[in-house]
C-alpha cells in the first residue's frame, strides 16, 4: 500500500496532506456531497441521454418511453430530477455554512464569488432541463420563463429569439436547450467547480472550531464526507422511490391550459409575481438581480459587519416564506386541485396509449389518435354529441349509445319507433310519415329483429330466423321499406343497415332518398363538414357500439 | 516588464487571440443564425372553419390546425398551432386568440363564471375578451375573421406577449 502510494506521490506530484484546523466536523461536508450529487446527475444524465431524443416529435414520447418502459428508467430519470432539488437543498446549506464561517472574507473572495454563479448555473441547469421533457409542464414553464426574458427592455426580443432557435417552439429549441443542459452547462460547471475546489483548497478550510489542533483530512474528515454522501444519496434513493420518480404530464399541447408551476426553487419568485401585481415584471428582474447582488457584494462590503450576515438570513427567511405562501395558496384552491386532477388524469391516459400503442410519428401531441376510436369519439362529442347523447339537454334524435343497433335496440324500436330513445324527439314523430309500430307476435317480431340484424353483417345471426324474417318483411315492410341497395322508398332502405359502409352513407347524406329522405330528416349532411375518413371513423365507432357495453365505453378513457 | 518580454507577450496575445476569433466566427454565426429566421412556419392563408351558424353566443373553442407545418427540418401536416374562441354578437363572429397575452400561456373558458382564466397567473378575461383582473397587459388578441359565403375564415396570428400594444410576432 505505502509502495504504491509512494509511486503516485511521485507522478503525480501530490506532496503532504490536507489539514484541518480545529479537527473534522460535520460542518465540513456539504461541498463533498454536491461533487457527489453532480456525479449522480451526471452518470443519471449520460444514461439518459442513451435514450432522449431531442425533437418537437420525439422529445415527449422517448421520455415517456424511459419513464414507462426501459427497466428503472423511472428510477433513473427520478434520480435526476430529484438530484437537482438535493443539488439546490445541499447548495442552500453550503452556502450557509460557509457564510456562517465567515469563509466569504478576504482571501477567499473568488471561492464565494465562484460559488455564487455555481449556485446561479444549477438554477439555469434546471429550466433548461425541464423543458426538453416536452409536457405539458415543461412546455408551459418554459414559455413563461422566456416570455419574462422577452420582456427586458431592448434586448429581450433577441433573447427570446435566441432561446427559442426562431420565431416559435419547435425543432430548434429543443436542440438548444439539450444543447446548453448537457453541454455547455456541464462543461461551465466542471471548470468552475474545479476552480472552485483548487482555490478552496489553496486557502484551506474557514475553522469553526477553536482550538489549534490540527488533523490530516485523511481519513479524519473523509470518513465523516463519506457518512453524509450516504445519508444523502439514502435519503434522495428513498424521496425518489417514494415518489415513484419524477412526474411527467401529457405531450405539449399549444391549445390546452395548463397550471404552470415553475420548480419548487423558484415558488418564491412566483409567488412575489402574484402578489406584486402590475409591477410584477420589474419584481420579476429586479428582486434576483438584488438578492444576487447581496451575494456578490457580501465579501466586500459585509467583510467585517454582522449585520450583512443577519441580513442573508433575513433574505432566507422571506424566500422560505414565499415559497411556503405559494404552496399555501395552491393547496386552498380547489378549482385548481380539480384541474390538476384533469391534468393528471390526461397524462396517466396518454402514458397508457404510449405504452400500449407507442406514440404516432407526428409526435406526441397525436398520442390520442391512437387510442381506440379516439378520433371517431372525439367527432361525436363535437358534431354528434348534442343532437343524440342521452345526456344532452338540446337532444333532436335517437339515442346513441353503447348496445345501439343490437337485437335488443332493434326489437324495441320497432314496437315504439316513436318513443323517447328512438325518434321521440324529432319532427318526423309528430308528422304524418312517422313509422307505425310493428304490430306482430313476439316470435315473428323476432324473426323481423333477426333479419335487421343480419344486415349489420354481424356473424352471430340465426340463419333460420332470419329467413322467415324475409317473408314477414315482404309482407309487412315492404310498402315503405326495402332490403334491396339503392332503391328509394318512403322510409329508409334498410340494405344493410349498421355496417361500417351504411353508417358512412347515412352520415354523409341522411336526407338522400335511400335514407331518411329530404322532408324527414333534420339531420345534417356531413359529406362537406366532415372528411371521408372523419365520417368513416365515426361509423365505425358505431359498429363498434353496437357489441359495446357501457363499461366497455368507460374503458375507453376520456376524451 | 522589459521590452523583449511585453513582445512576446503581445505576439502570445494576437496569435491566441487571432486563432480564438477565426474560430469564434463560424461559431457565433452558426448558434445565432435560427434567431433572424422564421424557424417555424406554416401558411398564412386563413383557415375555414366550416359553416357559420355553428357558432353560438357561448364561445366555443376551436383548435387552429395548419394544414402543414414547416419546423426548420421538417415537414409535418395537420398540426395544431393553437387555439381560439369564437362567439356569436349579433350578426359577426367575434374570434378571440386563446394565447394569454400575459406571457402566452393558454387561455380557457371558465363556464362557470362565464368568462376567460389563464391558468398560469391568474389573468381573467371578460366574455368580450376585455382584461377584468391580473397581471395581463391586455384583453385577448382579436383574430381576423370573414365569413364568405357562409363559411367562416379565420386567420391565425400570434402576438407579442407582456406588452399593452397589440403587434404582431
Known amino acids: ?559 | 516588464m522589459s521590452d523583449p518580454d511585453r513582445r512576446k507577450f503581445l505576439a502570445t496575445c494576437a496569435i491566441g487571440g487571432g486563432v480564438g476569433v477565426v474560430a469564434a466566427v463560424p461559431l457565433v454565426r452558426l448558434v445565432i443564425d435560427p434567431a433572424g429566421k422564421q424557424t417555424v412556419s406554416s401558411p398564412r392563408e386563413p383557415l375555414d372553419l366550416g359553416p357559420a351558424e355553428r357558432f353560438l353566443a357561448e364561445p366555443t373553442k376551436v383548435e387552429i390546425i395548419a394544414p402543414v407545418i414547416k419546423d426548420a427540418w421538417a415537414a409535418a401536416r395537420d398540426v395544431v398551432l393553437g387555439a381560439a374562441y369564437i362567439r356569436r354578437v349579433g350578426d359577426t363572429l367575434d374570434a378571440r386568440s386563446a394565447v394569454c397575452p400575459h406571457l402566452g400561456c393558454a387561455v380557457a373558458f371558465d363556464r362557470a363564471k362565464n368568462n376567460y382564466l389563464c391558468p398560469c397567473h391568474d389573468s381573467r378575461f371578460a366574455l368580450d375578451g376585455a382584461k377584468m383582473s391580473g397581471p395581463s397587459e391586455r384583453g385577448l388578441d382579436q383574430l381576423p375573421l370573414k365569413i364568405v359565403g357562409g363559411r367562416v375564415l379565420l386567420t391565425w396570428e400570434r402576438y407579442k406577449s407582456g406588452q399593452s400594444k397589440k403587434e404582431p410576432v
Open chain 1, 1 to 559: 500500500m505505502n509502495r504504491i502510494t509512494a509511486f503516485m506521490r511521485e507522478r503525480v506530484g501530490v506532496t503532504g496532506t490536507l489539514e484541518i484546523q480545529g479537527g473534522a466536523s460535520f460542518a465540513y461536508v456539504f461541498g463533498k456531497v454536491l461533487v457527489m450529487l453532480l456525479v449522480v446527475q451526471a452518470a443519471t444524465g449520460a444514461a439518459l441521454a442513451a435514450f432522449y431524443s431531442p425533437s418537437s416529435t420525439d422529445a415527449w414520447a422517448s421520455v415517456a418511453y424511459i419513464q414507462d418502459q426501459a427497466a428503472m428508467g423511472w428510477l433513473v430519470r427520478g434520480l435526476h430530477y430529484h438530484g437537482g432539488s438535493a443539488l439546490v437543498v445541499i447548495a442552500g446549506l453550503h452556502l450557509a455554512q460557509t457564510a456562517v464561517a465567515g469563509a466569504y472574507k478576504k482571501p477567499r473572495e473568488l471561492v464565494w464569488w465562484l460559488g455564487v454563479v455555481l449556485l446561479l448555473l444549477v438554477l439555469a441547469w434546471a429550466i433548461t432541463g425541464l423543458v426538453l421533457r416536452w409536457d405539458q409542464h415543461g412546455y408551459w414553464s418554459n414559455r413563461v420563463e422566456v416570455g419574462i426574458a422577452a420582456g427586458t427592455p431592448v434586448v429581450g426580443d433577441t433573447i427570446q429569439k435566441l432561446a427559442l432557435g426562431g420565431n416559435d417552439y419547435g425543432n430548434l429549441t429543443l436542440t438548444r436547450f439539450y444543447a446548453l443542459h448537457v453541454i455547455v452547462l456541464p462543461a461551465l460547471v466542471t471548470v468552475l467547480v474545479v476552480a472552485h475546489i483548487v482555490l478552496a483548497r489553496r486557502h484551506g478550510m474557514t475553522p469553526m472550531k477553536s482550538g489549534n489542533a490540527v488533523v490530516p483530512r485523511w481519513p479524519n474528515q473523509a470518513l465523516k464526507d463519506a457518512i453524509a454522501m450516504a445519508i444523502v444519496f439514502a435519503v434522495l434513493l428513498a424521496f425518489v422511490v417514494q415518489q415513484g420518480g419524477a412526474t411527467l404530464e401529457a405531450p405539449a399541447d399549444p391549445t390546452r391550459a395548463f397550471d404552470a408551476r415553475p420548480l419548487w426553487y423558484l415558488r418564491w419568485l412566483f409567488e412575489l409575481r402574484e402578489i406584486s401585481g402590475s409591477a410584477e415584471q420589474l419584481v420579476a428582474m429586479a428582486v434576483p438581480a438584488i438578492v444576487g447582488g447581496y451575494l456578490i457584494a457580501l465579501p466586500i462590503l459585509g467583510r467585517d459587519n454582522k449585520r450583512w450576515l443577519g441580513g442573508l438570513a433575513g433574505l432566507f427567511a422571506i424566500i422560505c416564506g414565499l415559497t411556503v405562501m405559494s404552496f399555501v395558496r395552491d393547496a386552498s384552491d380547489d378549482d385548481l386541485a380539480k384541474r390538476l386532477g384533469d391534468a393528471t388524469m390526461r397524462a396517466g391516459r396518454a402514458r397508457a396509449i404510449a405504452k400500449t400503442y407507442g406514440v404516432p410519428a407526428s409526435g406526441g401531441q397525436d398520442i390520442w389518435s391512437m387510442a381506440p376510436m379516439w378520433k371517431a369519439r372525439t367527432l361525436y362529442a363535437q358534431r354528434c354529441a348534442s343532437c343524440h347523447d342521452e345526456t344532452s339537454k338540446d337532444r333532436k334524435g335517437p339515442i346513441i349509445a353503447p348496445g345501439h343497433g343490437n337485437r335488443a335496440w332493434i326489437g324495441a324500436f320497432m314496437k315504439a319507433p316513436s318513443s323517447d330513445p328512438y325518434w321521440g324527439k324529432t319532427k318526423l314523430a309528430n308528422s304524418e310519415a312517422k313509422m307505425a309500430p310493428v304490430n306482430a307476435e313476439p316470435a315473428q317480431l323476432e324473426a323481423l329483429v333477426e333479419l335487421i340484424y343480419a344486415q349489420s353483417g354481424a356473424t352471430d345471426v340465426d340463419v333460420e330466423k332470419r329467413d322467415r324474417g324475409k317473408g314477414l318483411f315482404e309482407e309487412m315492410c315492404t310498402d315503405c321499406h326495402s332490403l334491396t341497395e339503392g332503391v328509394s322508398g318512403s322510409g329508409p332502405n334498410l340494405a344493410g343497415v349498421g355496417t361500417r359502409a351504411y353508417f358512412t352513407s347515412f352520415i354523409s347524406n341522411p336526407k338522400s332518398g335511400v335514407h331518411m329522405g329530404a322532408d324527414s330528416s333534420e339531420m345534417p349532411r356531413f359529406d362537406e363538414e366532415l372528411s371521408i375518413v372523419e365520417r368513416d371513423a365515426i361509423a365505425e365507432y358505431l359498429v363498434w357500439l353496437r357489441t359495446a357495453t357501457p363499461v366497455d365505453l368507460n374503458a375507453l378513457g376520456p376524451l
